[in-house]
């Protein structure tokens, strides 16, 4: 992309910010003077929404030699593919390695080789659905064949993972049926072979509790989409392992919500349990949270919603125009706002930015991965710039937020080192 597209391309994702337009396009002024942190993007992948139905979940990895590998599964009008894309210049500029015949794939490195969990869509001979393991050992352009670690129905995009005692934790979605759908937890031994499926071991799966009258809004009516939860992250907080989901009440009009769950692993059986709904910025949409050791926080890349019961009908000029509003575009599944926070204990959550907000409400920064860069903090999103509406994402972007650790305050009390004696 030169830098005239590029150029272009920013200006269209937020108009709003560039050209003090409201969302009804009336001339507008609210005062607002904020500055994301990391709107300038460079484009990784990009599609015309005519030749896609969407790009889905990407994830991002960094390998010992520096190169960036981005993972973007892509939904075209025909099978469902994984591209594969590098940059050796920090995100700069990225060109497309490899094609994988999968539903989605999840990167992590381990000792130099770069893996991926993917989930097959028919690919013969594995079943659809089931969790395979692939394993690249030159940055991505060539895969080993993959092995099925296990059999069943599941998915997730890049979410937070976690390793304790010498064991990889990542929790996937178990979709026995939609309304059972619910985390299971898999456990590597990483002194082993990962590509060993002895290797691994995996939790019982936890179906979806349901959500009690008190948290729902009874003048909100409709059923898109359905309650369920969806996208676990694993995290290991002060040595407990525990998992954190996304939770979508109907119509989404209940913002900020998570589902936790806690795991208990004797070395033999892995057991995962549901333990209480709790708060959780953005947690209505894909959230991804990672754990930094130099600051000893985790971090946080979510979506916030400006309006999540709908009380000022904020509309997008296109959808009123054509008479079709996409499916949830209720408030509460806003997805302008690609926003950063931290927080000590997994739990309680302190805001550190907006990282890009999109301009429409058709447009999104969504979705999105995150990896810490040095002093750097490394975003991907499924982003909808010129898509048919802010689900069905044609571009997968890539941030960089600078000196990221300057946006936190010490969350942990100060030492004196002598009592207070007033």
Known sequence: MNRRDFIKTVASAVPAATVGRCLGGESHSTGAQAAPLAQEYTVVLSQAASEIRKIDGPGLAKMPDGTLVAVVTVEPRGPTRVQVAESSDGGQHWKLTAQLPYNAAVPWVHRGSLYVFAHPKGTKPYREDDLLLLRSDDNGKTWSKPVTLFEGHFWNVQTGMAIREGRLYWSADDY??????????????????????????????VGFPGLPDSLLNPNMKGSYPSQRMLEPNVLNVGGRIRVLAAVKPPLQATTNLCAVFDVTDDGKDVKLSFTQYHPMPGGQVKFCIVWDEVSQLFWATLNLAADGQDRFRMEDPREKRSGKKY?????????????????????????????ARAGRLSQSFMYPSHIVDGDDLLVVARSSVNGRNRHDADTCTFHRVRQFRKLAMNLRPDETGQEDQS
């Open 176 to 205: 026995v049926a939609t309304s059972k759908r619910g985390p299971r937890v898999v456990v590597c031994d990483l002194s082993a072979d990962p590509m060993n499926p002895k290797s691994w071991r995996i939790s019982n799966h």
């Open 327 to 355: 499916n949830g575009a209720i408030g509460g599944n806003d997805r302008r706002f690609l926003m950063l926070f931290y927080g000590l204990d997994g739990l309680n959550w302190f805001p550190a930015g907006c990282i």
